[in-house]
C-alpha cells in the first residue's frame, strides 16, 4: 500500500552502480562547504540561492539543518552524492514537492567540477526519479534548466525526460540583463521511460 502523500518519509542511503545518495546530516557540512566554496563562481547562475546563502561553515551547518527539517516535513529531499570507489562528496541533488501534500515534484542538482563529465549527473538523477516514483509515490517530476546549460539539457535526455516548454521569467527590479530563457523538462510515472527505471 503507497504511504500517504504527507508523510514524512525515513530517507535511507541509496546507491547506483557508481554512486551512494546520502540523506544529510550535520557530519557533512564541511564536506558541503568545501564543495561550494571551490566551485561558488560557476554554480552562482544556476543556484544563486545556496551559493549566497552557504559562504561559511557555519551557514552550511545551518543550511543542513533545514534540510533535515524539510526532509522530516516531507517537503524538500536533499541528498548529498558520494563516489563509492573515492569515498568522496561530489555534489548534491534535491526533490522538492511542487504544493504541500500533492504527488508532484522537480529536481535539480549540481556537481563539482571534478566530477562533469562522467556521467555521475545522469545516474544520480535517474535513481532519485526512481526513488520519486517508487518510494515518495509522485505523478511527475519535473527539472529546469537555463537555455545555456547544455549540459544538463543532455543529462535530462538521456535520463528519459521530456521538453515539457521553454519560458522566460519575469525580470525581479532588474530591466538588465535579459533573463535567461528557461528549458522544462518533465517525467511522469505512467510514461514508457520511467517504467525502466
Not at 556537481?111 to 511527475?140: D, K, N
Not at 527539472?143 to 522566460?168: H, I, M, P, W
Not at 525580470?171 to 525502466?196: F, G, W
Request: hydrophobic fraction near 40%; aromatic fraction near 10%.
Amino acid at each position: 500500500m503507497p504511504l500517504p502523500l504527507t508523510s514524512a518519509i525515513s530517507a535511507p542511503d541509496f546507491a547506483t552502480q557508481r554512486l551512494w545518495i546520502r540523506p544529510y546530516t550535520l557530519e557533512m557540512a564541511l564536506d558541503f562547504w568545501r564543495l561550494l566554496h571551490k566551485n561558488r563562481a560557476r554554480l552562482m547562475p544556476d543556484f544563486p540561492d545556496r551559493t549566497s546563502a552557504v559562504k561559511s561553515l557555519e551557514d552550511a551547518q545551518n543550511r543542513l539543518r533545514v534540510f533535515i527539517s524539510q526532509h522530516k516535513a516531507g517537503d524538500l529531499y536533499s541528498f548529498g552524492i558520494w563516489r563509492k570507489e573515492e569515498g568522496d562528496y561530489i555534489g548534491d541533488i534535491t526533490l522538492r514537492r511542487l504544493a504541500r501534500g500533492k504527488p508532484f515534484s522537480e529536481v535539480g542538482y549540481y556537481l563539482g567540477a571534478q566530477a562533469e563529465g562522467q556521467g555521475y549527473a545522469t545516474e544520480a538523477l535517474l535513481a532519485m526519479t526512481r526513488y520519486a516514483f517508487q518510494v515518495l509515490q509522485m505523478e511527475s517530476v519535473n527539472l529546469r534548466c537555463a537555455d545555456t546549460n547544455l549540459k544538463s539539457q543532455r543529462v535530462a535526455e538521456r535520463a528519459g525526460f521530456t521538453l515539457l516548454k521553454k519560458y522566460a521569467p519575469v525580470a525581479q527590479d532588474t530591466p538588465t540583463p535579459q533573463p535567461r530563457l528557461i528549458h522544462v523538462y518533465q517525467m511522469k510515472k505512467e510514461d514508457p521511460n520511467a517504467a525502466s527505471l
